[in-house]
């Protein structure tokens, strides 16, 4: 079973920053693909970043230029650094997961999701 465990969320001020990180755990091989939602109270949850094994990003428009995705693939962990942070990124933020080999070198094609960390910024 893959679990994602997600950590870094926190109270900030405007301009401030914040780097969350994602461990994930299980039995596989790899991860294709390692990623950033978030989701605020009532909303449909949003893409804010995805990177895929090779190392190509996509970012959503609202945090190019402030917000990079990275990973470490020896330790299956993906991070998240939020840099000129605004209150309009105050929300609840998910480490995703997709596209995993398992140890039987089979593809698991299900998304996976951290339990959320708060991310708030206020004056």
């Known amino acids: 079973q893959v679990q994602l465990v997600e950590s870094g969320g926190g109270l900030v001020q405007p301009g401030g920053s914040l780097r969350l990180s994602c461990a994930v755990s299980g039995r596989f091989v790899s991860i294709y693909r390692m990623g950033w939602y978030r989701q605020a109270p009532g909303k449909q949850r949003e893409l804010v970043a995805t990177?895929?094994?090779?190392?190509?990003?996509n970012y959503a428009d609202s945090v190019k230029g402030r917000f990079t995705i990275s990973r470490d693939n020896a330790k299956n962990t993906v991070y998240l650094q939020m840099n000129s942070l605004k209150p309009e990124d105050t929300t609840v933020y998910y480490c995703?997961?997709?596209?995993?080999?398992?140890?039987?070198?089979?593809?698991?094609?299900?998304?996976?999701w951290g339990q959320g960390t708060q991310v708030t910024v206020s004056s």
């Open positions: 995703n997961t997709g596209g995993i080999i398992s140890t039987k070198f089979i593809l698991d094609d299900n998304d996976y």
């Open positions: 990177i895929i094994t090779g190392g190509r990003t």
